[in-house]
T-cell receptor, first 114, second 116 residues
Framework: DTGVSQDPRHKITKRGQNVTFRCDPI?????LYWYRQTLGQGPEFLTY????????KSRLLSDRFSAERPKGSFSTLEIQRTEQGDSAMYLC????????????FGEGSWLTVV | AQTVTQSQPEMSVQEAETVTLSCTYD???????LFWYKQPPSRQMILVIR??????QNATENRFSVNFQKAAKSFSLKISDSQLGDTAMYFC?????????????FGKGTKLTVNP
């Protein structure tokens, strides 16, 4: 078990460009979460998947943000027309009922919008 | 509102001593899970300890223990025999279950420095 994997780890993009992050959860974890963390703050919830179904989407997720989990395995988070305010670390996490409700986090994807 | 408050932005402790990090939360739920996560400078969030709200016994994991006061909605973390590797941001969080969804709500964190 290699843990939650995120790619890329770092991304610098120009304002207005689109970016996509990928998350591979721990195998057999059917629950997947995306969080956003800015410097000096705790993570903020963005969205939650159970298998391939997106069950909750935060108000923080504007219409420029979209997340998918097409086959209930890996997930992608896309940000369109990036803005400087999107600069943050995007954390992916996963869990399963068998994990005792413990959520395991990846190392995160740092986004810098210039 | 579902909120978590960590009132100590920064703390420091000498190696081998004991330190307690404070956390209070607000929820209308009766059953929930509470967590302490550690985020070292390498940035990966690591679970330190968890507590089921329906259990009265305080959780313990080696040098880490909690003082869970459900009525007061308080969930403090005690680190005994502090080590240099304990230097990190510590986040208190609780799990919300609503309408088929679930999510962690985090506090703003406490930056702990262990001094040699």
């Amino acid at each position: 078990d290699t843990g939650v994997s995120q790619d890329p780890r770092h991304k610098i993009t120009k304002r207005g460009q689109n970016v996509t992050f990928r998350c591979d959860p721990i195998s057999e974890h059917n629950r997947l979460y995306w969080y956003r963390q800015t410097l000096g703050q705790g993570p903020e919830f963005l969205t939650y998947f159970q298998n391939e179904a997106q069950l909750e989407k935060s108000r923080l997720l504007s219409d420029r943000f979209s997340a998918e989990r097409p086959k209930g395995s890996f997930s992608t988070l896309e940000i369109q027309r990036t803005e400087q305010g999107d600069s943050a670390m995007y954390l992916c996490a996963s869990s399963s009922p068998g994990a005792g409700n413990t959520i395991y986090f990846g190392e995160g994807s740092w986004l810098t919008v210039v | 509102a579902q909120t978590v408050t960590q009132s100590q932005p920064e703390m420091s402790v000498q190696e081998a001593e004991t330190v307690t990090l404070s956390c209070t939360y607000d929820t209308s739920e009766s059953n929930y899970y509470l967590f302490w996560y550690k985020q070292p400078p390498s940035r990966q969030m690591i679970l330190v300890i968890r507590q089921e709200a329906y259990k009265q016994q305080n959780a313990t994991e080696n040098r880490f223990s909690v003082n869970f006061q459900k009525a007061a909605k308080s969930f403090s973390l005690k680190i005994s025999d502090s080590q240099l590797g304990d230097t990190a941001m510590y986040f208190c969080a609780f799990m919300i279950y609503q309408g088929g969804s679930e999510k962690l709500v985090f506090g703003k964190g406490t930056k702990l420095t262990v001094n040699p």
